[in-house]
């Protein structure tokens, strides 16, 4: 009888071998990178994992995955994941669109993903901008924003997708940004390995149509004192030199 072996896949494992066609600098790359490393440090299957997105430029994702994927239609993959993570339990089953696919059109379906909690890992890129139509408000952009369909300025309070998350009752809630990859590797993993629907909101810049959206966040010289980790049990410290903290008196 011969013993069979789990063989252990590299990020390369997960690369396709189709082009990657984003813009160039774009925090795309970074959190595609962050998912290809997250699944082979998993010790995941390519044939067992699905990647099912909308539209946008989050949406080309599916391409750029050696696994199986879907392009759908506008604002409805966490529908269609819904179906799929139901009719094959067997399957991992993840989720990927921008805060204008998932947000505005797709605002229904990604509550009732996670209100249903079922079993997706669901990645939300916001970069606060509409960037495969060029440059129009999107949910999540900020009042006052101008842009192609806001020249005089966006009247519109912006949602805050971890409130939308948390109002959903989702069972696991996280964010993170594309400027820290071991940071996104290990919430992607927490993630994935959630029983039930998980929420992924994900700073992203979109270096073309709102470069520095998140700059006072994510910038070097800034984002080890503008971001607090957070992880269940352990002290809030942040800094440089964790030498900040979160007390309660």
């Avoid at 990647?51 to 994927?69: D, E, H, K, L, Q």
Wanted: aromatic share 8%; with cysteine.
């Amino acid at each position: 009888m011969t013993d069979l072996l789990e063989v252990q896949t590299s990020p390369k494992d997960w690369a396709s071998d189709q082009e990657v066609r984003w813009c160039p600098g774009c925090g795309d790359y970074s959190i595609l990178k962050a998912v290809q490393i997250a699944l082979s440090e998993l010790g995941g299957k390519p044939d067992e994992t699905v990647f099912v997105s909308g539209i946008g430029c989050a949406a080309r994702f599916p391409y750029y995955m050696n696994t199986y994927g879907m392009h759908s239609i506008h604002g409805r993959a966490p529908a269609i994941a819904t179906g799929l993570a139901l009719s094959r339990s067997d399957l991992d089953v993840w989720v990927v669109g921008g805060d204008g696919d998932m947000l505005s059109i797709g605002g229904n379906h990604l509550i009732h993903a996670l209100r249903r909690n079922v079993n997706l890992t669901i990645l939300m890129f916001n970069n606060q901008i509409y960037g495969l139509t060029k440059g129009q408000y999107s949910p999540t952009s900020e009042v006052g924003k101008v842009t192609k369909s806001t020249p005089f300025g966006s009247l519109d309070q912006p949602f805050n997708p971890i409130s939308v998350a948390l109002g959903a009752e989702a069972t696991f809630v996280a964010r993170t940004h594309d400027m820290d990859r071991r940071h996104m590797v290990e919430t992607f993993k927490r993630a994935r390995n959630h029983k039930g629907a998980s929420f992924v909101e994900i700073f992203q810049n979109c270096n073309v149509f709102n470069n520095g959206a998140f700059e006072t966040i994510t910038g070097k010289s800034v984002r080890d004192d503008m971001t607090i980790p957070l992880v269940h049990g352990e002290q809030i410290r942040f800094g440089a030199d964790k030498e900040l903290g979160v007390a309660l008196s």
